[in-house]
């Protein structure tokens, strides 16, 4: 939609201009676009959207039986336990609210798939035009994300079968002193048409008289405000333009902007949101934001009520908040200087940046110049007729086939996906539903010959509850070799992991299978485990306190040196007692090193404070 720039106000044009101007606007069905009245625009029907194909019928992940059944996803459970665990994950609540839209539901493969292809494609989402919370309260549901991305991508695919008919945001005007196909556009929102009169009216009753004062109480004012990201801007305007000053002709009756520290820097959003979302966190960052949040509440609270008179007299209310909890700060709060049911409030009916003085301004002439444009910007779309089926005379270039992947390799996908997010009864569903093993080997077999196998896979990455899980609960083989000849249990990444061999080993028994040929050491109990972190503990503190004695004693050997020592001796008896301070450190961790430091300056403060007692 192009536009061209106009030295007209909406509140002092000529009247010529008003007089010449008549109401159109045009139909949002068929193929031709012809001027009709302005009421006859209907408001939008969403249409109904549905897939191409019912995925679920060909789902391999859905089951069948006679245990409870969940009709929207056509799962059978095996009992009551399961069915309620069913109706409490993401993938059935998904499949509820496309119902609710007319969409038909998916499969379990499908649902993961579309969360893995959701992940991937949030790093990209940015805006440099409007500033937003990234981390807002529907953002933190990855169910509402994917069922957004499931609707957009819908509407765009089926978009050129029939167009959605939008409601313009103008007041749209021929004129005979344009061209014939130009027209005159006013955001509609600064003139509301009563029943009984037309567009024209409205805006002649609203033309300011001549020689106005900006600052006059006659003369009318609107409010806008904008709060957003911890930034707010707010502003009383005059519909009266400062005539000395063409550039910035816009006059603030009252004006004001502050910024609060609130949004969790390269994690976005709220701290608020975050709050709602994950629990309270307790970090000096997030403690500092809350008190933010509440010192910014206060403070545009307190600011609205010093701004009431010019409030309660002002024409329109322009409000933009991002989020219901910025909103609530601002309009329908207890003892609320703008009501919730208020009728002047309206947003901002276009894309606005940070809220900036400056921003205002250009909020405020973007709504009220009027915008020549050209009248095909506001005809429906013409549907696309379709092409005539031609016989080509040059051979054409085959596309290349899409290679389809085979049943091992989909299987593959989904195990993989489950394993590395560590989601042990999807895994054991999906394996029992399509009557694959545990140790159903990875295709293709070249891509995966270092992690053949889910058990391989999970314990290169680390994965002990994984492991153990497919061991114990699933009965995986432990014995199996990758093409490297390597036992899964030779992958294990950490001690962790180790240990879940281990304890497999003992809660399976050593007939199961040969633990030697795995490679497995010996079997390991949750109480053995216990006794050797005691142990280790111990063996910690019993290395710490014998540090610190040899430290005392050097202590002590310098001292008696300095007593019996003097001069360059002393200096070089000093020198050598810390040499060898340096040389007991040296062979201790990192952490045991801090705590003999720690406690060392305690006893130097203790020290202190008795030499300090005997004294008085």
Known sequence: MTTRPTPFYVYTLPETLLSSLEPISFESAGSTSSPVTSDSIEHPTPANLTPASDPLADSSDSTTGSGPQCNTCKYSA??????????????????VKRKVLGLAAVGQAMFETMLDELEESISGSDSSDSESDPLSDSTTDKVSNLLAKTTLDTILEHGDDDAMPVRS????FQSSLLPPDDVLAIYSTL???P??????DVIKSRQLPPKVHTHDASTPVSAIFMLGGGHFAGAIISHALNP???ADPVVFVEHKTFHRYTTRRKQGGAQSASDSAHGKAHSAG???RRYNEAALEKEVRELLEQWKSYIDRAEHIFVRANGRQNRKILVGYDGAVIGARDKRVKGIPFSTRRATGSEVKRVWLELTRPKIMKKDAFAPPKSKPKPKETVSLTPSKEPEPVKELSPGE???????AFVKKSRTNPLAMYLESNRLSPDFRFEPVEQYHHTPTALHLAASLSLARMVLFLVVTLGADPTLRNDEGRTAWELSGDRATRDAFRLARADLGEQK????ESGVNSALTKADIAARDAREKESAVRERAEAVKKLEQSGLTANQNAATIGGRKLASSVVTSMGQEQQLLSGLTPESRMRIERERRARAVEARLRAQRQKE
């Open 169 to 172: 945001p103008f007041h749209i």
């Open 244 to 246: 000395q000053n063409n």
């Open 78 to 95: 095996t009992s009551q336990d399961e069915q309620r665990e069913h109706y409490k994950s993401d993938y059935h609540k998904f499949n």
């Open 195 to 200: 029943e009984n009169s037309t567009p024209q």
């Open 286 to 288: 997030s403690n500092l």
């Open 410 to 416: 989909l299987h593959t996908s989904q195990i993989v």
């Open 191 to 193: 003139f509301p048409v």
């Open 513 to 516: 299978w040969s633990w030697a």
